[in-house]
């Protein structure tokens, strides 16, 4: 089911009454309420990955009491590789079989030897990536004895399969997300009201500039083999946009839909395209990953400790498998690897730190220097984006050739006439009332607009006119193919 | 909970408001447009947009050109039933554009919600029909679809005479348009409803005393030699069905510097043809 579909439409409203209304007495049975209404969510895409989702389930509970009880480190070192090695195992079967099998074949017929073997028509379960981590966080978190195993089973089941972030995160910490299920839940009405704008938000950022902005990232990026560079740019700077609403749009409509039913996920985007280096980037970046990998991978491999080979071979190796996280193509490998070297010289200068906070804070414009280097940082950011976005290395490569040639300078020729036009300047209005609201959760946190509810419903309104009117062709969320 | 639920409505029922103002406000002033139209235009030229190059200045009486871009014929159907429903109504002469195309398989897509182009249709038609009570689409059906919102907000189409410039079209080009237009892509029986909706035109124009003339104005010699052979033969069949004045100038031997692409005129392509279609007319 998607976020921007009427079956949801008609499908939140109908949990959340039943959840506030008819559950609310038991604790118990409001989270059965949300494992139905989850495996529901899911299974309105393909009921029979249900039980992939169910296998991690199970294997985690038992594991976590497993780990509980044991005190032998040899068999909870077992214990925690039986989990690693079914979630991992059921993501690499699914996501990277081919992938594997494709380069071998190739990599032996680069040695002359051929190999016969058939890839497999393997269908890739919507948010395994997700959900596979998430569970691994908790497995490991009880091995590291950071987290005391649940023994209820309803409050697990829920943990695994929250409907809200099931199928493109954030990636909850079980630290985090599970207590939340143990806990009375009260409705919160600031709560509530915050998540409803914030699920406007989401679908605005979705509907209006991701799905627009895709039309023409799709037009320009199939056809760059017959494009000048200048229009090479926009298709580019036109994907670098369609990704970040896309995303961020769809953790806003998560993230707000799990504040109606009075849960707090994590923050997984700070307008990422305010920072001023690459490492601040990867601080607002898809954050719950971001920090999943800091925490499950690189301080594991010595972090930021040791002698400045170790430092470079542990950032490669987290952005290399962040990239790989993405999907089973060289691309993506490529995109990370080339973030790892944007990040290298700022970590060998000790730089990685020095822009913290938020840009610019209590000030309305920037300073020259911040200027320069959110600018600087953007256009890396749109380079790498290349990358992940087209088809094969080859096909990064001419686009990227295009762009650096003559034709750069040519103007961009005519695709999509006044439409595009607009999607640029909804573009800019948008990135505007971003960096005006870049101190709060999310662009559309009102909480301190004076002029009472009629402003407000005056914004809202605007809002949903604005999504009705200019939504682009509905799309799937990119982050589902992950 | 209460307050949360109570300010949810209240504002499902301002945004209904809002929608529901628009609409009235649009419908009225549509109802106008038609009740202008009925009282001072004794012609009316209708159809899609190989009509909507006819230009109206042609024609000895005071001409509207009502005709819109991929205009199916219930859309015609129901544009002639409101305009038949205002109290003085002086039309007394439909000429109505029906050509090949218009039974090809892209029309019956016009009407299906499920495609793009039925979506299109929808936004842009939306006025023209009732939309509680009409043959084509539920009214449960239009309300789940964001292109119903997108057409209320946009009012009804505005009816422009198009006047192009271009003129001979490349083959390439032709050919795109031919496949546009006659790609099956899966539909088992295409001309159904369009063939539907034009007995239903002639037969409420013959109930209101207006008479009908078909017109077909000419296509490129390109379209017409890569269009199947068949297609035309069905054309000849459904028109030759009705009891209708026919201007047929599909057979004619159009030159290409008169035709701005496969199937429609240039300005001075409409100019010259629209001249002879309202010579024919007076001789009827």
């Known amino acids: 089911m998607f976020f921007n579909s009427l079956d949801f439409a008609f499908f939140l409203p109908i949990v959340f009454l039943l959840y506030w209304f008819v559950f609310n007495k038991n604790l118990k049975l409001q989270n059965l309420l949300l494992v139905c209404a989850s495996y529901l969510f899911y299974g309105w895409w393909d009921w029979r990955f249900l039980s992939l989702i169910l296998l991690s389930t199970i294997v985690d509970y038992f594991i976590g009491l497993g780990l509980s ?45 051929s190999i016969n073997a058939n890839s497999l028509n393997i269908i890739l379960p919507v948010g395994i990536s997700f959900y596979t981590f998430q569970t691994l966080s908790y497995t490991i978190d009880i091995y590291k004895k950071k987290l005391v195993p649940t023994k209820d089973f309803i409050a697990f089941t829920a943990f695994v399969s929250f409907f809200p972030q099931l199928v493109a995160g954030p990636i909850e910490r079980a630290t985090n997300l599970l207590p939340q299920f143990y806990k009375r839940r009260i409705f919160n009405y600031t709560k509530a009201v915050d998540g409803m704008r914030q699920i406007l938000w989401g679908l605005f950022k979705k509907v209006v500039i991701a799905d627009n902005c895709a039309e023409f990232a799709n037009l320009i ?15 580019a700077l036109f994907f670098t946009f369609q990704i970040y609403c896309d995303f961020s749009g769809y953790s806003d409509i998560a993230i707000g839909t799990a504040r109606l039913f009075n849960f707090n996920l994590m923050q997984n985007f700070a307008f990422p395209y305010f920072s001023r280096d690459i490492a601040e980037f990867w601080r607002r970046w898809h954050i719950s990953l971001s920090t999943w990998f800091r925490d499950y991978l690189y301080i594991p491999l010595g972090g930021s400790r040791g002698s400045n080979l170790l430092k470079m071979r542990n950032i490669f190796i987290i952005f290399l498998v962040s990239g790989f996280w993405h999907g089973a193509n060289w691309t993506y490998i490529f995109w990370g690897g080339l973030h790892a070297l944007y990040f290298l010289p700022l970590m060998l200068l000790n730089k990685n730190r020095d822009n913290i906070g938020v840009v610019a804070e209590n000030h309305l414009f920037p300073s020259i220097k911040d200027t320069f280097s959110m600018a600087l940082t953007f256009i890396l950011t749109v380079f790498a984006w290349i990358f992940f976005r087209a088809e094969s290395l080859r096909h990064a490569f001419s686009y990227i050739g295009e762009i650096f040639s003559s034709s750069l300078f040519s103007l961009p020729v005519h695709f999509g006439g006044w439409k595009a036009l607009i999607t640029l300047i909804g573009v800019i209005i948008f990135m505007s009332a971003e960096w005006f609201q870049r101190e709060k959760k999310h662009a559309l946190d009102l909480s301190l607009i004076r002029g009472g509810r009629f402003v407000r419903w005056g914004i809202y309104l605007i809002i949903i006119l604005v999504i009705i009117s200019f939504g682009g062709q509905q799309q799937e969320f990119i982050y589902f193919q992950f | ?70 205009e199916h ?26 050509s090949v195309h218009n039974f090809s398989p892209i029309y019956h897509k016009l009407l299906d919600l499920d495609k793009a182009e039925g ?69 088992d029986n295409p001309v159904d409803n369009q063939v539907y909706f034009l007995r239903k035109i002639v ?50 031997e159009v030159p290409d510097s ?8 240039n300005i001075q392509g409409a100019n010259y043809y629209g001249r002879l279609i309202a010579q024919e007319i007076l001789e009827n």
């Open chain 2, 1 to 70: 909970m209460q307050v949360f639920l109570r300010n949810i409505l209240l504002f499902l029922c301002f945004i209904l408001v809002v929608f529901m103002s628009v609409y009235g406000y649009h419908k009225i002033k549509l109802n106008d447009k038609f009740e202008t139209i009925a009282i001072n235009y004794s012609y009316l030229i209708m159809g899609d947009s190989q009509t909507q190059r006819l230009s109206e200045d042609m024609f000895e009486k005071q001409t509207f050109n009502f005709s819109n871009t991929a």
């Open chain 2, 119 to 187: 979506l299109s249709n929808l936004k842009n038609f939306l006025y023209y029909l009732n939309i509680f009570d009409n043959e084509v689409f539920s009214f449960y059906d239009m309300i789940s679809r964001q292109q119903f919102y997108q057409g209320v907000l946009k009012g009804p189409l505005k009816n422009r005479v198009i006047r192009s410039s271009k003129k001979e079209p490349k083959k390439e080009d032709i050919l795109k348009v031919i496949e546009m237009h006659f790609s099956k892509d899966g539909l």
């Open chain 2, 258 to 265: 008169l035709m701005s692409d496969g199937n429609h005129l």
């Open chain 2, 73 to 98: 014929y219930c859309f015609t159907y129901y544009k002639l039933k409101q305009l038949f429903y205002q109290e003085k109504c002086n039309t007394e002469l439909i000429l109505l554009g029906v």
């Open chain 1, 221 to 235: 990026f199939n056809n760059s083999d017959e494009l000048a560079g200048s229009t090479l740019v926009l298709g």
């Open chain 2, 203 to 252: 037969d409420l124009c013959k109930e209101n005393k207006v008479d009908v003339f078909f017109i077909s104005t000419p296509v490129h010699h390109q379209y017409k030699q890569n269009i199947p052979q068949k297609e035309f033969e069905r054309f000849y069949k459904i028109v030759q069905k009705f009891d209708v004045h026919q201007i047929n100038y599909l057979e004619s």
């Open chain 1, 69 to 113: 009880k044991q005190e032998n480190t040899s068999k909870r070192r077992k214990l925690l590789w039986i989990s690693i090695l079914v979630n991992l195992g059921c993501l690499g079967f699914f996501k990277y079989y081919n992938f594997f099998l494709d380069n071998f074949v190739e990599a032996f017929s680069f040695f002359g030897s």
